[in-house]
Structures are given as structure tokens and as C-alpha cells.
């Protein structure tokens, strides 16, 4: 058996076959999604740029605040129920907004109240993907399984977009929407050919209590809360800001909207190639490797801080991308390896909402901080944070010590 052979072996089960084909297809919708609903907007009466941030708010908030209430029903009722429900939401809310887009009657607040619908479809639905994937695959494979599910997420983030600008302007946003509810109704189809099994073991009670397991579970493991936060704090100080301030810096030294795309596309490149490096490997000690990685995004931020022609920005976001692929692809792996299935969707939940919670408000401070100490200063100084904060989590010995190594064949968890 070839090295290339044995790195795809995890192909050979049916089940993860085809969750991968409908995970794929939704990031790919998903992906098409943001640029049509943006054109969308615009085009409508009363549409504009602020419209478009109320509709993006409006879905963001509305993920964050159903994550916890996902977590538990994930849990309580089983990864592949939730999901399918989740999935089924999502291809009913974006059905109607083509509905509506392609007869010309759609309205600003009907758009917000669709996207919200979307929002709530994707809370639901995140907590199952850690939980569900240990039934799919043994957990020596675990990894591999993660590595080509987090290499999906570039590739859809290449196409998607691209994809979506072409048949805008071939046809309208109203087809690109209708061509993204289709993609999370071969998700739905996808996830209803796996098998469904009982609830976890210890799972029921009120909401309240078994969201206060979930967050016992959450904080009585060092290296999980510890390395959460540390994720969260680099999303609010680092990458929001690169998010914000990149677009303008390159317009004013790059080349403009052309050497950004360049910029993004390399990353998503990189996190490509990341998980290929990935696939057949199983450090020792994951964890480390995985927070060790999270340095990688420091790079393009400091090569724009610098002012380093494009060349060495494309090429540091290359770098970027590999790095998140480690980082995530380990985490991931680390997490379903040692957190009891019971509690793995909760579990999930806490860790999403405290990576991604404080997301919003950097992206919204980004700008006025830049206004103030210049753009250059607040990437410089979120360089040295994300680089200070790996060296000062890799310290603690929970998370530099940690070790997962699976016998061979053993499952994690049961499909549920």
C-alpha cells in the first residue's frame, strides 16, 4: 500500500463518504451565499451598505445566540438529528429568499428575518460536526477525517465566491441563493442516509443543568478552556483587525481589491495544502502542535504592519494557511479523542461561542483604533499578542503535556 494510499484510507467508510460529499456541497452553497445575498441587498429598495451589515449582524447573532441551545439538543437528542434539523431550516430559509428574489418581491426585513432563520440553522448545526464525525470513522483515523473536512473549507471558500460572482452576472443573486438552498437540501439527504442511535448515556434534565454539566465538563479541563481562550483573544485582538484594516491597506499599497483576493486566495491555498501535509499523521502531542501552529497567523498581519510588498504579504498568508489547518485539524481531533460523547456536543458549544463571541466587537473597534494609533500599529501590536500568547499557553504544562493516542480500531463515539 502506498503512502497516498494509506493517507485516503479513511475514504473506505461509506458513512463518512457521504457526509463528506454533503458537508462539501453546503460550504459550497455557503459559500456563494455572502456574495448574493450582498447583491441582493443592494439592489432592493431601501438597500445599501448599512442594510447589508444589518442583514450580516442579524445572522451572526443570531449563530451565537443559539450555540449553547444546539449543544444541548445535540446531546439530549443525538449530532444527526440536530443536524438534519438544522440543515432542513437552512434549505428552507434560503428556498423562500429565492422564492422571493427571483418574483421581484422580496423586502429588506423579510431578508433580515430569513438570514436570522439561516443564523439559528447554523448554531444548530456546529455542535453536532464535532460529535457526529467520531461515529463515522475509527479513532486512529480520526485525524485524516478532520484533515479533509477542514481542506473542504478552502477549497468552497476559493470556489464559492468566484462561482457565485459568475452567476450573478450571468443570471441574478436570486439563482445563486436558489443554487445555495439546493446545496444544503443534498446536505439534508446526505445526513438522513446515516443511521440514527439512541441518545447518550446521562443526557436529559432542564436545559439550565445540563448546560451547567456542559460547563463543568467545559472548565474542569485546563488545556480546553485555556487553549479557547486563547483562540478568542486572537479572533478579538489579531485576526478581526486584519479582516478590517486589509482591504484598505492593500488599496493603498498593494494593488487594491485584485491583490487582496490574491492575498485571501493564497491562504485559502495554504490551509489546502496544510491538510494534505496532515493526512497520515498522528503527533504525539497534538495539542502543542496545534497551539504551536496558531502562530502562523501572525505572519501576513506583520508582513502588511511592515509594509513587505505583495509578494511576501501572498506568500505569508500562504504560510497562515497551513498554520490554521494544523491548528484546527488538531483541536478538533484532540477534543473528540478525550471529551466523553455525552457531553461532546456541550462541550462543542462552549468552545465555538468562546472562539468566535468576541469576533464582532474587534471587527467593530478595528477601525476606530486604526483612526487613532494608525493601521500598522494595531496589527503590530496584535502580532506580538498572538506570538506572546502561544509562548505563554505552550507554558502551561496541561496543554504541553497533553497526549491522545488511540488504539488502533477503537472508536470514539457512536453515530448518533
Given at each position: 500500500?502506498?503512502?497516498?494510499?494509506?493517507?485516503?484510507?479513511?475514504?473506505?467508510?461509506?458513512?463518512?463518504?457521504?457526509?463528506?460529499?454533503?458537508?462539501?456541497?453546503?460550504?459550497?452553497?455557503?459559500?456563494?451565499?455572502?456574495?448574493?445575498?450582498?447583491?441582493?441587498?443592494?439592489?432592493?429598495?431601501?438597500?445599501?451598505?448599512?442594510?447589508?451589515?444589518?442583514?450580516?449582524?442579524?445572522?451572526?447573532?443570531?449563530?451565537?445566540?443559539?450555540?449553547?441551545?444546539?449543544?444541548?439538543?445535540?446531546?439530549?437528542?443525538?449530532?444527526?438529528?440536530?443536524?438534519?434539523?438544522?440543515?432542513?431550516?437552512?434549505?428552507?430559509?434560503?428556498?423562500?429568499?429565492?422564492?422571493?428574489?427571483?418574483?421581484?418581491?422580496?423586502?429588506?426585513?423579510?431578508?433580515?428575518?430569513?438570514?436570522?432563520?439561516?443564523?439559528?440553522?447554523?448554531?444548530?448545526?456546529?455542535?453536532?460536526?464535532?460529535?457526529?464525525?467520531?461515529?463515522?470513522?475509527?479513532?486512529?483515523?480520526?485525524?485524516?477525517?478532520?484533515?479533509?473536512?477542514?481542506?473542504?473549507?478552502?477549497?468552497?471558500?476559493?470556489?464559492?465566491?468566484?462561482?457565485?460572482?459568475?452567476?450573478?452576472?450571468?443570471?441574478?443573486?436570486?439563482?445563486?441563493?436558489?443554487?445555495?438552498?439546493?446545496?444544503y437540501g443534498v446536505s439534508v439527504v446526505a445526513?438522513?442516509?446515516?443511521?440514527?442511535?439512541?441518545?447518550?448515556?446521562?443526557?436529559?434534565?432542564?436545559?439550565?443543568?445540563?448546560?451547567?454539566?456542559?460547563?463543568?465538563?467545559?472548565?474542569?479541563?485546563?488545556?480546553?478552556?485555556?487553549?479557547?481562550?486563547?483562540?478568542?483573544?486572537?479572533?478579538?485582538?489579531?485576526?478581526?483587525?486584519?479582516?478590517?484594516?486589509?482591504?484598505?491597506?492593500?488599496?493603498?499599497?498593494?494593488?487594491?481589491?485584485?491583490?487582496?483576493?490574491?492575498?485571501?486566495?493564497?491562504?485559502?491555498?495554504?490551509?489546502?495544502?496544510?491538510?494534505?501535509?496532515?493526512?497520515?499523521?498522528?503527533?504525539?502531542?497534538?495539542?502543542?502542535?496545534?497551539?504551536?501552529?496558531?502562530?502562523?497567523?501572525?505572519?501576513?498581519?506583520?508582513?502588511?504592519?511592515?509594509?513587505?510588498?505583495?509578494?511576501?504579504?501572498?506568500?505569508?498568508?500562504?504560510?497562515?494557511?497551513?498554520?490554521?489547518?494544523?491548528?484546527?485539524?488538531?483541536?478538533?481531533?484532540?477534543?473528540?479523542?478525550?471529551?466523553?460523547?455525552?457531553?461532546?456536543?456541550?462541550?462543542?458549544?462552549?468552545?465555538?461561542?468562546?472562539?468566535?463571541?468576541?469576533?464582532?466587537?474587534?471587527?467593530?473597534?478595528?477601525?476606530?483604533?486604526?483612526?487613532?494609533?494608525?493601521?500598522?500599529?494595531?496589527?503590530?501590536?496584535?502580532?506580538?499578542?498572538?506570538?506572546?500568547?502561544?509562548?505563554?499557553?505552550?507554558?502551561?504544562?496541561?496543554?504541553?503535556r497533553h497526549e491522545a493516542v488511540p488504539r488502533?480500531?477503537?472508536?470514539?463515539?457512536?453515530?448518533?
Amino acid at each position: 500500500m502506498t503512502l497516498g494510499t494509506r493517507r485516503l484510507r479513511v475514504l473506505r467508510h461509506a458513512r463518512f463518504r457521504r457526509f463528506l460529499l454533503g458537508r462539501t456541497t453546503s460550504l459550497l452553497g455557503s459559500g456563494m451565499n455572502t456574495i448574493a445575498t450582498t447583491f441582493a441587498v443592494l439592489r432592493l429598495p431601501g438597500g445599501g451598505v448599512d442594510a447589508v451589515g444589518g442583514v450580516m449582524a442579524a445572522r451572526i447573532l443570531a449563530v451565537l445566540v443559539v450555540l449553547l441551545l444546539g449543544g444541548v439538543l445535540t446531546d439530549r437528542l443525538g449530532a444527526r438529528t440536530v443536524m438534519l434539523a438544522a440543515d432542513l431550516l437552512r434549505f428552507l430559509s434560503q428556498g423562500v429568499l429565492a422564492v422571493l428574489l427571483l418574483t421581484h418581491s422580496a423586502r429588506i426585513w423579510e431578508v433580515v428575518v430569513l438570514a436570522v432563520l439561516l443564523g439559528i440553522g447554523e448554531g444548530g448545526f456546529m455542535p453536532g460536526l464535532s460529535a457526529l464525525v467520531p461515529g463515522l470513522v475509527p479513532a486512529d483515523e480520526l485525524a485524516n477525517a478532520n484533515a479533509l473536512l477542514e481542506m473542504t473549507r478552502p477549497m468552497t471558500s476559493i470556489a464559492g465566491p468566484g462561482l457565485a460572482g459568475l452567476l450573478v452576472a450571468a443570471f441574478d443573486a436570486g439563482t445563486v441563493v436558489a443554487v445555495d438552498a439546493v446545496s444544503y437540501g443534498v446536505s439534508v439527504v446526505a445526513l438522513a442516509g446515516l443511521p440514527v442511535a439512541r441518545a447518550a448515556e446521562g443526557a436529559g434534565g432542564g436545559m439550565f443543568s445540563e448546560l451547567g454539566r456542559g460547563w463543568r465538563e467545559f472548565t474542569s479541563r485546563t488545556w480546553l478552556w485555556v487553549t479557547t481562550l486563547h483562540i478568542g483573544l486572537f479572533n478579538f485582538v489579531l485576526w478581526a483587525p486584519f479582516l478590517v484594516l486589509g482591504p484598505s491597506m492593500a488599496e493603498q499599497r498593494l494593488g487594491g481589491a485584485r491583490a487582496w483576493g490574491l492575498v485571501l486566495a493564497l491562504e485559502g491555498v495554504g490551509a489546502i495544502v496544510g491538510g494534505v501535509l496532515l493526512l497520515g499523521r498522528k503527533p504525539r502531542r497534538g495539542l502543542a502542535w496545534s497551539v504551536a501552529a496558531s502562530a502562523g497567523w501572525a505572519v501576513p498581519a506583520a508582513a502588511l504592519a511592515v509594509g513587505l510588498p505583495l509578494f511576501w504579504v501572498a506568500a505569508a498568508a500562504f504560510c497562515a494557511g497551513i498554520g490554521a489547518a494544523v491548528c484546527t485539524t488538531l483541536a478538533t481531533t484532540v477534543i473528540q479523542r478525550d471529551v466523553p460523547a455525552e457531553v461532546r456536543g456541550r462541550i462543542s458549544a462552549f468552545d465555538s461561542l468562546g472562539a468566535f463571541a468576541l469576533g464582532p466587537l474587534g471587527l467593530a473597534l478595528a477601525g476606530p483604533a486604526s483612526g487613532v494609533v494608525g493601521a500598522d500599529r494595531v496589527l503590530g501590536f496584535g502580532v506580538l499578542w498572538q506570538l506572546t500568547a502561544v509562548g505563554v499557553v505552550l507554558a502551561v504544562p496541561s496543554v504541553r503535556r497533553h497526549e491522545a493516542v488511540p488504539r488502533a480500531g477503537e472508536r470514539v463515539g457512536a453515530v448518533r
